[in-house]
């Protein structure tokens, strides 16, 4: 490995996305199991679980566009 | 006859165009669209210049590198037919994302999907980012697809001659295709001994047809046959030779579960929209599991699921007990037909559950799209690269590259002299010698241009996270002796890249010699 110095600090990111990947798969499988839950125990709850999930994705989808178009 | 009392009129029933038809109808523009609008990338180039190669040299190179010959045999055809610019190199692999298309929505059709669902596999395949990107790239991941679609079709359907020539184009295509033809034909051979002994054991003088299990062997027999005389004399050349470098990180968890959201909607996403897009992409494909988990069970079911998600975990688990080989773009066919689940789980969810589904996948699906034809951040520019050489170029003039990578993409679009670093090989792209050999590649020290006649050098050099150390030694020892012209330079995080004119006779060698 010392024969490439820049490698390590790549191999550093690397980590770091995965990482950052396994965080986002846990938080879709709480999601879903939480949707799953719901349904089986809170019937009426449901729908309102589901509308959030889906305004929360948007939510963030439209706050990281307009932060992307304004180069934050 | 009085022109004015015929009544003209065209109608057109829109309901009687084939399925197939309106397929192709979105699948070839999104395929051919600005087909030429990038230039080459590093592993396009070294098709290019493979492909270039008269036969004598061109299994030798291939030998070298890590991957069998039939995308290069493709695309050498391509490229004495019809040359090699961009155009050319990506046509065949545009054409073979179409036909994938039609074989996962035929695949749909064969097992038995309502017409409805199998139009929206076919759609979603249609204007998948992956396999937009890859219809769009001059390298052998549309063919691979097709030929491991043409295999789950033919275990769909037993038949097996057309299995074993799906599987055989596809371990000529990419080595890492052995482990779809383990996967999917050890899957059927398990399947088929469970029902004969299930047979045995509820009827045991029942007739039991042989030839469901026979068929199967003799196909993955006929695979083996053909594929071992590339194994012995291309892939274990090839195994010897990448064992001593390790261009793959090592697998986590995280990068194995990266290959879904990469495989299915591109690495094209900019970051900031990574989180949404992919989220819905791991969790379509959570939900597909728990919505088809009765239907795996199934003959069928199990082919599609071992397809899907047994061959990424067989080839996580090899890259974890034995090396790393874990590469997503050779899952890509994987990710194709996750679509079959995708599209059966949003055609039978409740109509509440798939408003939202749909609420999610549309956008997710439409910013994968325009993250492909616009992307934040795009392949660089080698021919803007090229421009100042090109128009400032003197018959003593030569090019001088300290990596491999630069040398084979800028030499696509600057056909003039040029030599490379002798001890040049990077962890990303190390070619062996008898490929750089094979390839014509000529290696001089830097001080050596200037015996060789040449007065000014042209100097590529790229400082990147896979830069070798004898690569950035010979930068500074070249920038201590020579005054360097900085032409161009751009670069991001992680890479540096500079172009420099370097005149050769105000230089002192470094050389003691």
Redesign the interface.
Known sequence: M??????P???E???Q??????F??L???C??VML?EARCLWPKLL?AA??GL?ML?YA??II??V??VLGG | MDKARINYSISVDLSAVPEWVWLLLIAVPLRFFNLAQESLWYDETFTSWIANLPWDRFFTAIRGDVHPPLWYIVEKIVVSLFGDSEIALRFPAAILSTAAVLLVWRIALDLKFDRGTAFVTGLLAAVLPSLLYYSQDARMYSLLTCCVLLMVWAAINDRWALFAIGGIGAVYTQNLAVFYVLGIGLSVLALRLFQYFNTLLDAPFKFWDWNRLIKPILALSAIVLAWLPWAVWGLAHQAANISQGFWMAPLTPGAAMFALPQMTMSIRITDALQINVYGVAIGLSLIALIVCRSWFKTPQGLIILTACFGVPVLLALVSVVWRAVYLPRALLPSGVLLMLLWAYTLTHLSQQNRRVALALVIPMLAIGVVAHFFPAEARVDIRQWAQPILQNWRSDDVLYHLSIDSDITLSHYVRYPAYLLPESNDLSQSLTDETKQAMGMQQVPFDGLRALGYKRAWLLYSNNPMSSLPEIQAFKDIQAHYPLKLIRADGDQFVTRNLYLVDLRNGNSSDPR
């Not at chain 1, 010392?2 to 490698?7: C, G, I």
């Not at chain 1, 996305?17 to 396994?22: E, K, L, Q, T």
Request: glycine share 2%.
């Open positions: 010392e024969k490439y110095p820049n490698y600090q790549y191999l990111f690397l980590r996305r995965d990482v950052g990947m396994m986002l798969a938080l879709v499988v999601c879903v799953i729908p589901r509308n889906v994705w963030t989808l990281m566009t932060k992307q």
